[in-house]
């Protein structure tokens, strides 16, 4: 990054962040809203912008017509909207109240949905209304109707409120107080509200701006839901530097190339499943780059064959750097275009200045760099815990630093790698999916008697849902199709439903507690050899 950069890496609030980024550009383009074009529409006619000044300008507005609703600096406000333009200068607008907010993904359902409302006790929800075929305000309104005190829902699609800002309350100060409950599965059956602070936030995009030596020079892309914990990690970055992003409201290729070609993208990425998806495309037609003006892949959320490292940079003719986060620590570690060709393809960069890193064994003593152990973090970044207090003193050792249930070492260098999950959890396309959430539910199926959900590897999702079911004697046997419809009707996310079935006469369990043994269930589906 820049000295300017830099010294903006030291604000203490994302408003004061926007605040200093709209003062140094004004009139630099910050959003660009690629809307996909209708029949008969020229591509690109729908597209809009917005300077990082206007953006100031009309979050400062939003945010009196927020509080003109009722929302007051540290009231909770849930919000489940598409990754638009609107959904930025949202997110803004209650920056600059000092609101507490809870971003919520799009194709969440009842359930997810339900218990962050339960759980937050947010007095407001914004919805997009319909949105690809689903009514988000019909759920909303079921779901607050079931609740002891219901939010106030409005919708925030095409517009906000706005009022004049002259009677507004000084800005928020204090960086470090809660300001975001970010939602994750994690191994348990309801998801989990982790903590962030606007500092903690300015902490994780710095590291991902300056792994990347990304300058006012790039385009980037936001691909993914704005709503994901990567939403506020790269604004952060746009900020700090000065650069624009396409936002894409559905991202699929190839219909998605053209709104890349259009703007010059040089930045693109989310995940191992976006590297794959555009390697794809490129093998159509080897002779054409897809993007010409792509410089860099890069993301994290899902493990990276080392393979596809190679093919990316060999055949996409870009530097690719991955990183590891989750959405309780946002950015842990990135790769960089400095590192070496090995480097990138084998680990998962090195941590930013301000984070510790501490791979211990089973007794929480620390192991020396190549051995492998469980990843421990402390620092800015990290999130202040959970809603549950329980769950944030079962996440938290005695010197502060958290467990983050992964495996895996340092090297030499100070490059981390993985090596494997002490947590029951699937990450498919960058998601952390609960196997016990979903086990839950396919009990409820009559036509299931014992069931394990595991991940199973996958080249495009990075892990794929896998349901292995033994049924009880004299069922018909289970389809995929019945399975998924069961969850469907649970109210379970789309995401989460399985790929894969496969119908066991019994599961494989220890000796001692009868535990499932997942391991046998992974090792015999991912190569296709027999329980024994």
Avoid at 238 to 266: D, I, K, N, Q
Avoid at 303 to 309: I, Q
Avoid at 409 to 420: D, I, K, S
């Amino acid at each position: 990054m820049t000295d300017t950069a830099d010294d903006l890496a030291a604000t203490r609030t994302l408003w004061e962040l926007l605040e200093r980024r709209a003062e140094l550009s004004p009139g630099t383009t910050a959003l660009i809203q690629a809307d996909d074009p209708g029949p008969g529409d020229r591509p690109g006619a729908a597209d809009r912008t917005l300077t990082f000044g206007a953006l100031r300008d009309r979050a400062e507005r939003v945010a009196a017509g927020l509080s003109g609703l009722g929302v007051q600096p540290g009231g909770r406000v849930a919000w489940q909207l598409p990754t638009r333009i609107e959904t930025v200068v949202l997110t803004f607008a209650l920056a600059r109240l000092g609101a507490v907010q809870t971003p919520l993904i799009p194709f969440y359902r009842d359930r997810e949905v339900g218990h962050a409302l339960r759980a937050t006790g947010a007095a407001f929800f914004a919805v997009p209304g319909t949105w690809r075929g689903f009514d988000h305000r019909a759920m909303a309104d079921r779901l607050a109707a079931g609740l002891p005190v219901p939010p106030r829902v409005f919708t925030a699609y095409d517009s906000l409120p706005e009022a004049d800002p002259a009677a507004l309350p000084a800005p928020p100060a204090d960086g470090t107080a809660i300001r975001w409950i970010y939602w994750t599965s994690g191994t348990t059956s309801d998801p989990k509200g982790a903590l962030h602070t606007d500092r903690g936030l300015i902490a994780a995009g710095a590291c991902l701006a300056r792994a990347l030596r990304l300058t006012p020079a790039d385009t980037g892309s936001i691909a993914f839901p704005y709503a994901h914990i990567g939403g506020p990690d790269y604004t952060v970055a746009m900020l700090l530097c000065g650069f624009p992003a396409v936002l894409l409201e559905h991202f699929a290729l190839p219909g998605s190339l053209a709104a890349y070609r259009r703007h010059g993208v040089t930045v693109a990425g989310g995940s191992t499943a976006f590297y794959s998806m555009f390697l794809g495309e490129q093998r159509k037609d080897p002779t054409r780059r897809i993007v010409p003006t792509l410089r860099l892949m890069a993301g994290g959320g899902a493990p990276k064959p080392p393979e596809l490292y190679h093919a990316v940079v060999r055949e996409l003719g870009c530097a690719l750097a991955h990183g590891y986060g989750m959405t309780e620590v946002p950015m842990i570690t990135m790769g960089t275009p400095d590192d070496t060709p090995e480097d990138l393809a084998t680990t998962e960069g090195r941590p930013p200045k301000g984070m510790e890193i501490r791979v211990v064994d089973a007794d929480g003593s620390p192991v020396p760099p190549g051995t492998d152990g469980h990843i421990r973090l402390r620092g800015e970044a990290v999130c202040r815990g959970y809603l549950d207090p329980d769950r944030t003193a079962e996440a938290f050792d005695a010197d502060g630093f958290f467990r983050t249930g992964d495996l895996g070492h340092l090297t030499a260098g100070g490059h981390l790698v993985l090596t494997g999950r002490a947590k029951d959890v699937i990450i498919r396309k960058g998601e952390n999916i609960s196997a016990q959430e979903i086990e839950l539910l396919l009990h409820g199926h009559p036509a299931v008697e014992d069931v394990a959900v595991i991940g199973l590897p996958d080249p495009v999702r990075g892990e794929r849902v896998c349901a292995v079911v033994q049924q009880p004697p004299g069922a018909a046997p289970l389809t995929l199709e019945d399975l998924a419809a069961h969850l469907r009707d649970a109210g379970l996310a789309v995401h989460k439903i399985p790929e894969q079935l496969e119908l066991v006469t019994s599961l494989p369990r220890s000796e001692t507690l009868h535990k499932v043994l997942k391991y046998r269930l992974r090792e015999r589906f991912s190569r296709g050899q027999p329980i024994r």
